[in-house]
């Protein structure tokens, strides 16, 4: 893999990392529906899974598509996934593109975020 504006800028264990991420916001979410179920809360409560959910999915999106949002925000990329080997995106071109990405993949995370948010919401 290489660094390729709009479309690639974190390697294999930067992937890992957004995965993990990914799960662990999962596992949340499923743990405050499983409690304001058990519990049964009001179902406005239901919202607050909306922010887990929301990084799970961004989480998800990154690793999938191979593209950190916030590496692109600070103008980076990086494929050792030693935090160590960072480089920097110097074209503003290439940076725009980047830009670009990292905002479809946040507006693609809250859209599915809102999207399952509200199929639970109103299923119960």
């Known amino acids: 893999m290489e660094y390729t504006p709009g ?11 957004r995965y993990t991420l990914a799960a662990a916001s999962f596992v ?10 058990s519990f049964n809360m009001p179902r406005q409560v239901l919202l607050v899974s ?5 990084v799970g999915f961004e989480g998800f999106y990154q690793g999938y598509l191979h ?8 103008g980076i990329y990086d494929f050792t996934g030693s935090g ?15 830009m670009r990405m ?13 999207v399952i948010t509200a199929v ?3 299923s119960l």
Do not use: Q, W
């Not at 479309?7 to 990392?17: F, P, Q, T």
């Not at 949340?28 to 179920?37: H, R």
């Open 120 to 122: 639970i919401y109103f």
């Open 50 to 54: 909306l922010i887990p959910l929301m």
């Open 7 to 17: 479309v690639c800028n974190i390697g294999r264990k930067e992937v890992r990392r």
């Open 28 to 37: 949340v979410t499923a743990v405050i529906l499983y409690t304001i179920l």
């Open 84 to 98: 160590g080997s960072r480089n920097r995106v110097t074209d503003p071109k290439a940076h725009k593109k980047d």
């Open 67 to 74: 593209f950190c949002a916030g590496f692109a925000a600070g």
């Open 102 to 114: 990292a905002n479809k993949i946040h507006a693609y995370s809250i859209l599915s975020a809102l």
